[in-house]
């Protein structure tokens, strides 16, 4: 590579690591990070921040870490997240954010199967990773966060303290290289390893910004976890425009209406029971939320009463983001008020100004208005890949499209509605059932918390519906009782035949049903 090459690479190139670059010489003095670790505030101007990510950057190289390698970081919400995202950003080290909710044999495969060469790890987590390092010889450095050094090979203070805080621009970053590697959650299987380029990534900070008018100089409330997607994906537009991040490692209602009104706090991401939590919280008529504009709900959708609610309160726009892993969100918008033609059920909208959006049948072709199909995308949010698993690659690209692997349709007025997800779809006597319409049946019974439906062989019906609910407490439940609601609500077809009351549901790390589980447990029911 000669030097006319790397500063031409240095003039074009698309690549996350710049972002923070091009804010600490424009808006330096801006804040742009506050977390509390130990309980304690921790600010960050814009400045600040890029020096403590070139300090570590300059670290990392220290300790030998290359270009291309993987390094795994495990940790609650704080700064030093941002700063080592960041940090690998600027060196074309690809960041493997590891969800320490998951299974320690699931942690343990995340490790390994990413060839992961460098953990960096929060000390409050040692006890989950260090077991899960065990035996891994690839791994090369152990870093941890935290005061204490601890088993690590050394502390993240360590590793920074005394490094130059010099930009980084002896690397040759090609917008399709991958910034980072995130895993799925694994409903059906072991999870996969996602690849995202630096080019998807700033294509979605960049659409995120427009389609949502992220306000300049803004304040985001950070709550969901930075190792998600999801979080990443507001994250990312709030830096782009110069806007400062609160982030706080948990969910505490109290807590997120304190930083709403002390630090003006303008947008937050939040779960739907999340946003219910705060708006039923004693005494929140009387809190000055005069900041706040912009709310957005993710990962299921808010029924008319509770979306009013928080309108009311906060006084604000409520719209929701859909997308995944694989697609850097947000792939489609419902925005605050869309017109629907059905009125209820899941909508996810339109797609975003990047993307292209359609509903397909198995043979690839797009299905009728109306119709149900599998919800696909294009542009360049998508996917590079799965990392080692180009079986599964080939199958998420077939036909020119990406596949979501999610059942829908599109009305009249081009608005997306989410039905299910295709491998969650129960065939029953030739009939589709949609295992989503079941669980929203058995949860308007009420007494019920949660609730999944599944199929499981039928020697007649090919598959009979099935399902699990587990109770709030708030009355007794009783099999009969809840099929009888069904018959109510439901098509003869879509009834369960039979219904388990359980004390749990077989989860995810990130908080999803493993409904395989489910089906695995009772597959014998009706042999």
Known sequence: MTDSSLNQNIIERVAMGDMLRRRSRDSGDQPALVDFPGGERREYTFAQLNSRVNQMAHGLIAKGIKQGEKLALVSSNRSD?????????????????????????????????????????????????????????????????????GDADCSMEALIDGQSDAEILDRVINDRDTAHMIYTSGTTSRPKAVETSHLALMIAALTGALELEVKEGGCMLLILPLFHCAALSMSFPTLLRRGSIVIHSSFDPAAALDAIEKDKVDNATLLPMMWNALTAYPGVEERDLSSFDLGIYAMAPMDAKSLQRVRDVFGCKMHLGSGQTEFAPAACLFLDKSPTEFGEGNYWGKPVATVEQAVIDDEGNEVPQGEIGEIVWRGAQAMSGYYKNPEASAEASQFGWHHSGDLGLIDKEGQLLFVDRKKDTIKSGGENVSSMKVEQSLLSFGGIMQAAAFGVPHPHWGEAVCACVVPSGEKEL????IINHCKQELGGFEVPKKVFIAEALPMTGTGKVRKVELRQMHQNLFS
């Not at 969800?99 to 960096?120: C, K, P, W």
């Not at 009783?478 to 009782?481: H, L, M, N, Q, S």
């Open 478 to 481: 009783d099999e009969e009782t």
């Open 81 to 149: 997240m941002v700063v080592t995202y960041f940090a690998c950003y600027k060196l074309g080290v690809v960041v493997v954010p590891i969800n320490f909710m998951q299974g320690a044999d699931d942690i343990r495969y995340n490790l390994e199967h990413s060839e992961t060469v460098a953990v960096v790890y929060e000390n409050i987590l040692a006890d989950i990773i260090r077991p899960a390092m065990a035996g891994n010889d690839a791994i090369r450095l152990s870093v941890q966060i935290g005061a204490e050094q």
